[in-house]
């Protein structure tokens, strides 16, 4: 079955700062890979998703996610952090069969400093 | 471009009490996805539907039903409503059959008191 883990229940950056949010997945075969972005009280919104190919993806908002399969890691990161970007940030692991559900982890909840 | 609809947007409900709560997905959309969120709590799987059949099952009470009409929206009936069924409860909704990207709703927030 699959799993997510984000190691990081809160990060504080300051506006301008990088960012980078850690996400590692437990999964026995070609995972399907999503960010999602949580602000307070609302849906979910997808940032990026990994399927195959090229493992640098690039996302909405100035977002950018690295699948590294050797550390079974896709870590988010963004270089310049603004501070409408403070949310509570999602990652989630998907089959690359039918019908699947999402796996979600835990949730990193982004605070910006002024 | 059209998003996932989902109403009520807020419910306040009563123990013991019965909640329906509606999904329209994403036009041409045939897979429809529910999951509840508790508060501070990552979304979990409840069910999904293809094509108006269950396709797959998650951690959903027996208390819990759902179905998939044939316009694609999704119907979550809760009976004897529990203070632990107090949640966010998001559907999402995709196309296809294999892994395609699920496209969430702002969520229904339900209260039990």
């Known amino acids: 079955a699959q799993s997510v883990t984000q190691p990081d229940i809160h990060i504080t950056v300051s506006e301008g700062a990088s960012l980078e949010l850690r996400c590692n997945y437990s999964y026995g075969a070609t995972p399907y890979l999503f960010w999602y972005v949580q602000s307070p009280g609302q849906g979910l919104q997808l940032l990026l998703k990994?399927?195959?190919?090229?493992?640098l993806v690039q996302g909405i908002k100035g977002f950018e996610a690295e699948f590294k399969r050797s550390q079974s890691s896709f870590n988010l990161r963004k270089p310049s952090v603004h501070w409408s970007d403070a949310a509570e940030y999602f990652c989630a692991v998907g089959a690359d069969t039918g019908f699947q559900k999402l796996v979600f982890g835990t949730g990193t909840r982004l605070l910006v400093s002024p | 471009a059209a998003g996932v609809i989902q109403s009520p947007r807020h419910l306040i409900k009563e123990k013991r009490e019965t909640a329906t709560l509606k999904c329209y997905p994403i036009p041409r959309h045939d897979t429809v996805y529910w999951y509840q969120q508790g508060p501070g709590q990552d979304p979990q799987f409840l069910i999904s539907?293809?094509?108006?059949?269950?396709?797959d099952k998650g951690s959903i009470p027996d208390r819990f039903s759902a179905q998939q009409f044939s316009d694609y929206h999704s119907e979550l009936n809760m009976s004897s409503l529990e203070l632990g069924d107090s949640a966010l409860y998001f559907c999402?909704?995709?196309?296809?059959?294999?892994?395609?990207?699920?496209?969430f709703g702002p969520g229904t927030r339900l209260l039990v008191l």
């Open positions: 999402a909704s995709s196309s296809g059959q294999g892994g395609e990207t699920q496209y």
């Open positions: 539907f293809y094509e108006k059949m269950q396709s």
């Open positions: 990994y399927f195959s190919g090229d493992t």
